[in-house]
C-alpha cells in the first residue's frame, strides 16, 4: 500500500486523507494507515508530567464524634427515626411534623411543611394544633432531651406525639424536601 502525504497550512478533507492544523497554521504531514492517524512532523519532546504534591496531612478532627442519642431516661417516650415516618407518610397519613428548635434556626433551614414551635412556646402552641399524630425533631448538637420534654408536654395535653431521631439533615437525607434561606445544609 502506498503512502501519500500532504503538506497544507488549513484545514482540508480529501479523499480518505485527513490534514491537521497546527495553532500556528505550519505545515504539517499526516500519513493515514488502516484508519489511524499519524503525524510524520517531529513533535517537540513531551515534558515531563510535575510530581503531584503531597497529600495533605490528615484533617485533626474537631473533637470527639458526638455520643449516641441517650433515651435513658426517656425509655418510655416514643421515638421513630426518619425514614419510618417517610413510609408512614407515602401511605397517606396525615401528620404535623414540630421542629422545637428556636425561630432564627427554624427560618435558617427545615424540613418543608414542618410548624415551627420552640420548647419555651409549646404550651400556648399545644391548644393551637390540629388531633393528628405530631412528630417533633430538633438538633443533635443539643442531644434529645428537649425533643423528649416537647413530647411530654404535648402527650400532658392529648396529643399523639413521637420523637424523630435525627434532624434537618437525616431527614433530608431519608428523602424529605427542606426549606432554607441558603443552599448549605449539607
Not at 500556528?24 to 517537540?44: D, E, K
Not at 407518610?89 to 427560618?107: A, S, Y
Not at 424540613?111 to 443533635?140: C, D, H, N
Request: with cysteine; net charge positive; proline share 14%.
Amino acid at each position: 500500500m502506498q503512502a501519500l502525504r500532504l503538506v497544507c497550512k488549513a484545514p482540508q478533507r480529501m479523499a480518505g486523507l485527513r490534514v491537521l492544523p497546527t495553532l500556528r497554521y505550519t505545515p504539517v504531514v499526516v500519513r493515514m494507515t488502516s484508519r489511524r492517524m499519524y503525524s510524520t512532523t517531529p513533535q517537540p519532546p513531551a515534558a515531563k508530567p510535575a510530581t503531584p504534591p503531597p497529600p495533605p496531612p490528615p484533617a485533626a478532627a474537631s473533637g470527639p464524634p458526638p455520643p449516641p442519642p441517650d433515651f435513658s431516661k426517656y425509655n418510655h417516650v416514643p421515638k421513630t427515626t426518619p425514614e419510618e415516618l417517610l413510609s408512614f407518610m407515602i401511605i397517606g397519613q396525615n401528620v404535623t411534623i414540630l421542629d422545637i428548635r428556636p425561630e432564627e434556626e427554624f427560618q435558617s433551614a427545615h424540613v418543608t411543611g414542618a410548624v415551627s414551635g420552640p420548647l419555651a412556646s409549646l404550651e400556648s402552641l399545644g391548644t393551637k394544633l390540629q388531633r393528628q399524630p405530631i412528630f417533633i425533631y430538633g438538633t443533635k448538637q443539643r442531644g434529645y432531651e428537649p425533643q423528649c420534654q416537647a413530647q411530654m408536654v404535648l402527650a400532658k395535653q392529648g396529643h399523639k406525639a413521637c420523637v424523630i431521631e435525627g434532624d434537618v439533615k437525616d431527614m433530608v437525607k431519608a428523602g424529605f424536601f427542606y426549606e432554607a434561606e441558603k443552599d448549605t445544609i449539607f
